[in-house]
């Protein structure tokens, strides 16, 4: 084995090393009127449901909650997936280091077969033969890290399709719930879902995009690049309350509520109503809504932290700070904690809260108008300690 082998095999080590790309995307004039679309598609769809009986709302609050834990369960096999691909790269280094230091120690040359000089190098017969039984266990050994080493990359390829299969099929579940929620939100008003009605999504987003043209916008610009904004790079996070500890878990399905209600979020508490509230990590704010009866004041920022794109979302606020397009930091206060005053079995408007609390969440990419069917648990990123079992500190 040669030079030239051995960097044939650096190379195709190089190329086999996987690692899930991230990619931070514009979004144009054009990307917000297509989203404006959709919505008002789910909202019409929606309504000529409206007259539904309540037995085919029950099943539909079934099938929701199906969806919902499936998925959680294909969250759980994504984050499986990747674990695999992080311990096959470590497990193919590995192998590349013993194959490099096996290399070394037969004093790999340009020229040449390395086994036949070290057997003619043998001082007599004696020596012969135990030079030639050190060169089938090394040229043995050599072939058997080859071979694993052929298995590894063929074993990491393997789970690189298996985790775009996974996130594929998590995208098209996703969807589908978020169809099935809509219908389900138009028939039953009692719904309690944290967050914006699609109506008021509809009238923000028709909001934002007249503000977008009316500052000279083109379709297909980026909006950042047209008005001098962009969304500020971060590569950590931060707790969003200087200490607190958990209240409730994040769950896509909620059995203890109505059917077909969610918790897209981690309830943070054990501090007092009027608690300030900091943003998550360095950010843009990308929308704030008041007084919603199930969310009450809420802001949502986006971030981009270590190439990829996350939204996070604060609600039950007593009051906010900040506003739309506004760049925000760790030491940014996004608000105040609220949830107890605000409550509505305490005469407020809310009626998704019974005590002061901050409900944070977490979403892939830019998502402000969708988030729920972008949210994941705040848990793959934090290292919250258990339900109430003991303080988080910033």
């Avoid at 190089?14 to 144009?28: C, R």
């Avoid at 984050?79 to 590995?94: F, G, H, L, P, T």
């Avoid at 409730?248 to 509520?257: A, G, H, I, V």
């Avoid at 998704?352 to 402000?368: K, M, Q, R, S, V």
Wanted: charged share 25%.
């Amino acid at each position: 084995m040669g030079d030239k082998v051995k960097k044939v095999i650096i190379i195709i080590l190089l190329l086999s090393i996987f690692v899930i790309p991230t990619k931070v995307e514009a979004k144009t004039l054009d990307d917000y009127y297509n989203e404006l679309a959709a919505l008002e598609k789910k909202y019409n769809e929606a309504n000529s449901n409206k007259k539904l009986t309540e037995e085919q709302i029950e099943d539909l609050g079934r099938e929701i909650n199906s969806i919902n834990k499936n998925i959680a369960n294909t969250q759980e096999e994504i984050k499986q997936a990747e674990q695999d691909i992080v311990d096959s790269n470590k497990k193919i280094e590995e192998k590349k280091n013993e194959t490099d230091e096996l290399m070394k120690f037969l004093q790999i040359t340009s020229g040449g077969n390395v086994y036949l000089e070290y057997l003619f190098e043998a001082e007599s017969y004696t020596d012969f033969i135990y030079r030639y039984s050190i060169v089938t266990q090394m040229s043995g050994y050599n072939n058997k890290l080859m071979t694993e080493l052929e298995e590894l990359i063929a074993d990491l390829n393997e789970k690189k399709s298996t985790l775009s299969d996974k996130q594929k099929d998590l995208e098209s579940q996703r969807i589908s719930l978020n169809d099935k929620q809509n219908t389900l939100r138009a028939n039953l008003s009692e719904i309690m879902v944290e967050g914006t009605s699609i109506e008021d999504d509809i009238a923000d987003m028709k909001k934002r995009i007249k503000m977008y043209e009316d500052q000279g916008c083109s379709r297909y610009q980026d909006v950042n690049s047209c008005r001098g904004t962009s969304v500020p790079t971060a590569d950590g996070w931060n707790y969003p309350l200087v200490t607190g500890c958990v209240t409730s878990e994040y769950t896509t399905y909620r059995e203890d509520w109505n059917p077909g209600s969610e918790h897209h979020g981690i309830d943070l508490s054990c501090v007092p109503e009027g608690t300030n509230v900091y943003a998550a990590t360095e950010g843009i704010v990308a929308r704030v809504a008041y007084g919603s009866t199930c969310g009450g004041n809420m802001v949502w920022v986006y971030h981009t932290v270590n190439g990829k794109n996350y939204t996070t979302v604060y609600m039950h606020l007593l009051s906010i700070s900040v506003s739309v397009d506004q760049i925000v930091t760790p030491s940014t206060i996004i608000g105040r904690m609220g949830g107890g005053s605000t409550a509505s079995v305490n005469g407020g408007y809310d009626r998704c809260t019974t005590g002061a609390h901050l409900h944070f969440g977490l979403a892939d990419g830019h998502n402000a108008y969708s988030f729920n069917s972008y949210s994941f648990n705040p848990r793959d990123i934090y290292n919250f300690p258990p339900l109430y079992g003991g303080y988080f500190h910033r």
